[in-house]
């Protein structure tokens, strides 16, 4: 499974941070960020390979843009 974190999109509300704050983070550039992923192959996107989406999927949820994609 792979976690899309579309960046140029999210307005760092922190939404994710507090559902799943063992995944997610906000970054000095105010925006959030997915520990451990690498940069995606779109451009102002990262993205991480996992097994386990754990609560990165209430994030995925609750995310108000829309912007944290989850692909199975
Ligand atoms: S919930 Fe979405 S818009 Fe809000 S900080 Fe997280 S990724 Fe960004």
Do not use: F
Not at 42 to 55: F, M
């Amino acid at each position: 499974m792979k976690i899309i974190h579309e960046i140029e999109k999210c307005i760092g509300c922190g939404s994710c941070v507090a559902v799943c704050p063992a995944n997610w983070e906000i970054g000095d550039d105010s925006k959030a960020h997915l520990l451990g992923a690498k940069k995606g192959s779109v451009d102002g996107s990262e993205e991480l390979e996992t097994e386990q989406i754990g609560c990165s999927q209430d994030a995925a949820d609750i995310c108000p843009v829309q912007c944290i994609k989850i692909k199975k």
